[in-house]
């Protein structure tokens, strides 16, 4: 299979110095969000490298027999096929890609699997197509499946479509999740990049009620006064 030569070609790569820097960065400890997620020390460009290698060979269930190792760099190369498969396929292809992402969101578990991905599969495929998904997605009780639902919404938000961002920016204004708080902001921060109005009218109804670390990467990009005024709850 190929998912096994990926594993031999990955496993001469291996860091271990690299992987307990990674372990600690990605917060693997008891009761954290990564708790247990094992690393190889693989740096994000190698990992590319060798998705770019066999994404044209690798099937689904090559990244199926990849996203289930407990190896993060194992889960993160697959996903990552898995994007650069998604522009080249026809629409069957392309919906049999955002189906499997879904059936397998347990794998894609943490903020960087989620991320780099979310919004290339099910932003892209979703863009043009009814967006209950997402909807859905985000009143999940599982954190990563949350993020999915926020993050791919910045496919929507590159093609000047707000509304969605907004919905899903208001419904998450009392969760509790730290990861949440910084998803939310940053995808807020990216509408104001293309229209500051809407997200300043967001901000008027709902700055003084929004999480201080969603509201800091909302404002991240305005003038210092502008910023500092917010902050301090005006």
């Known amino acids: 299979m190929i998912s096994q030569e990926i594993k031999i070609k990955m496993a001469k790569l291996t860091n271990p110095e690299k ?3 990674l372990a600690g960065f990605f917060k693997t400890g008891k009761g954290q969000y990564g708790e247990g997620d094992k690393f190889l020390g693989i740096v994000v460009p190698q990992q ?3 998705a770019r290698e066999y994404y044209k060979q690798a099937k689904l269930s ?13 889960r993160l190369t697959a996903l990552i096929i898995l994007t650069l498969k998604f522009p080249h396929a026809s629409e069957k292809e ?7 992402y879904l059936k397998n969101t347990k794998f894609i578990n943490n903020w960087d699997l989620v991320d780099l991905t979310a919004p290339n599969i099910v932003g892209n495929w979703l863009l043009n197509r009814n967006r209950r998904i997402i909807h859905r997605l985000s009143k999940s009780k599982d954190l990563w499946e949350k993020r999915i639902a926020v993050l791919a919404t910045f496919t929507f938000i590159r093609a000047e479509q707000f509304d969605d961002t907004l919905a899903l920016a208001q ?9 949440m ?3 939310v902001g940053w995808m807020l921060r990216e509408i104001g990049k ?3 109005k809407v997200l300043e009218e ?4 709902y700055y003084k009620k929004m999480p201080r670390t969603m509201l800091r990467y909302a404002v991240e990009k305005f003038t210092e006064n502008k910023r500092q005024r917010y902050l301090k709850k005006i």
């Open 19 to 21: 992987a307990k820097i």
């Open 48 to 50: 590319r490298e060798v």
């Open 62 to 74: 090559d990244t199926a027999n990849l996203l289930k190792s407990p190896y993060h760099e194992h």
């Open 94 to 100: 392309q919906k049999q890609i955002f189906d499997f």
């Open 171 to 179: 419904s998450f204004l009392t969760d509790k999740h730290d990861l």
């Open 181 to 183: 708080h910084k998803a």
């Open 194 to 196: 293309r229209d500051i």
């Open 202 to 205: 967001f901000l008027k109804k």
